[in-house]
């Protein structure tokens, strides 16, 4: 999906952080790219508003449902909107104000979990 193309509202700050091979869990996850992230975005580097992009949940982190979901909350409380370019949400611009949001992100950090627990056991 060419996220920017169907959403001409937003700027691209031609900003890409990518872990690539690296799981989105544990230590990675406090020093990677999606830290460097966070941390820009709290210097005031990234400015608010801006929609961080990734293809679905398992990209963005693989935390247990209670820690995934306080990422997303300080991602949220940044100013920051989510997209998840697959799955069930389809581009949709996530704030942390939809009904229902939290029940549908919990279900989809299980699903990312579980996925990081079952790769991780082959």
Not at 6 to 21: A, E, I, V, W
Not at 38 to 59: F, H, W, Y
Not at 92 to 120: M, N
Request: aromatic share 10%.
């Amino acid at each position: 999906m060419d996220w920017q193309a169907s959403h001409p509202n937003y700027d691209d700050l031609d900003l890409t952080f990518r872990d690539l091979g690296v799981s989105g869990r544990g230590k990675n996850s406090e020093q990677g790219a999606l830290a460097l992230f966070i941390k820009k975005a709290k210097r005031g580097e990234i400015p608010i508003g801006t929609c961080l992009v990734c293809s679905d949940m398992s990209r963005l982190t693989r935390q247990e449902p209670y820690k995934g979901i306080k990422l997303i909350q300080e991602i949220w409380d940044l100013g920051l909107t989510l997209a998840f370019t697959e799955g069930r949400w389809r581009g949709d611009v996530l704030t942390g104000k939809e009904r229902g949001i939290f029940g549908q992100v919990e279900a989809a950090l299980e699903a990312a979990s579980w996925e990081w627990k079952s790769c991780k056991n082959e």
